[in-house]
């Protein structure tokens, strides 16, 4: 799997060109992790620090995301961490209808490719996008629901969790359901 990963990146996303989102980009952002993990998380798309790296969650939203990895008895490295876009909107806002079209290939590929036995979506865009629906993550968090035969657990984002600490403890409360399940 690391190898049909790492080609899908080299041979396909790292020159995208797809939508406008690859005129500001400094670095497309792929996904990072055990190309056979049992866990996937997938967020939005890249902000300022992960456009620079080219590493997704490795700014103050990342930095939680490993604990919560942490604190499930796990490492980055056992798990695989992407988002919806591969490059960075601007201004960190959501990514367009189009952007979206554009770029959901590569997910759907690296899904593929990994097949997990479990997906966390993190936070409304991802979750909508993904799940192809409009209702809100305040609605689809902490209950199961299949993508492509794949268990996903809708969950708030570590960067809303920065800004409500309180919501934590939802979070946790669904990340215990993902690992009973795993």
Same mark, same amino acid.
């Given at each position: 799997?690391?190898?049909?990963?790492?080609?899908?990146?080299?041979?396909?996303?790292?020159?995208?060109?797809?939508?406008?989102?690859?005129?500001?980009?400094?670095?497309?952002?792929?996904?990072?992790?055990?190309?056979? @993990?049992?866990?996937? *998380?997938?967020?939005?798309?890249?902000?300022? =620090?992960?456009?620079? $790296?080219?590493?997704? *969650?490795?700014?103050?939203?990342?930095?939680?995301?490993?604990?919560?990895?942490?604190?499930?008895?796990?490492?980055?490295?056992?798990?695989?961490?992407? #988002?919806?876009?591969?490059?960075?909107?601007? $201004?960190?806002?959501?990514?367009?209808?189009? =952007?979206?079209?554009?770029?959901?290939?590569?997910?759907?590929?690296?899904?593929?490719?990994?097949?997990?036995?479990?997906?966390?979506?993190?936070?409304?865009?991802?979750?909508?996008?993904?799940?192809? &629906?409009?209702?809100?993550?305040?609605?689809?968090?902490?209950? *199961? &629901?299949?993508?492509?035969?794949?268990?996903?657990?809708?969950?708030?984002?570590? @960067?809303?969790?920065?800004? #409500?600490?309180?919501?934590?403890?939802?979070?946790?409360?669904?990340? $215990?359901?993902?690992?009973?399940?795993?």
């Amino acid at each position: 799997p690391a190898a049909l990963l790492a080609a899908l990146d080299r041979d396909h996303v790292r020159d995208c060109r797809k939508c406008k989102l690859c005129e500001k980009r400094n670095n497309t952002v792929f996904g990072v992790g055990n190309a056979a @993990a049992r866990l996937v *998380f997938v967020g939005e798309g890249p902000g300022f =620090e992960e456009d620079r $790296q080219g590493i997704p *969650f490795v700014g103050p939203a990342g930095q939680l995301l490993t604990r919560m990895i942490g604190a499930m008895g796990l490492a980055r490295e056992d798990v695989y961490i992407c #988002n919806i876009v591969k490059c960075r909107p601007p $201004q960190n806002r959501a990514p367009l209808p189009a =952007e979206v079209e554009a770029c959901i290939p590569f997910l759907v590929r690296q899904a593929e490719i990994i097949a997990p036995k479990v997906i966390v979506c993190l936070g409304s865009v991802a979750t909508q996008n993904l799940l192809g &629906t409009a209702e809100k993550i305040t609605r689809l968090r902490g209950k *199961f &629901t299949s993508w492509r035969g794949i268990p996903v657990m809708p969950t708030y984002h570590p @960067a809303f969790l920065l800004r #409500n600490p309180n919501m934590k403890k939802p979070v946790w409360e669904d990340i $215990q359901q993902v690992m009973a399940l795993l």
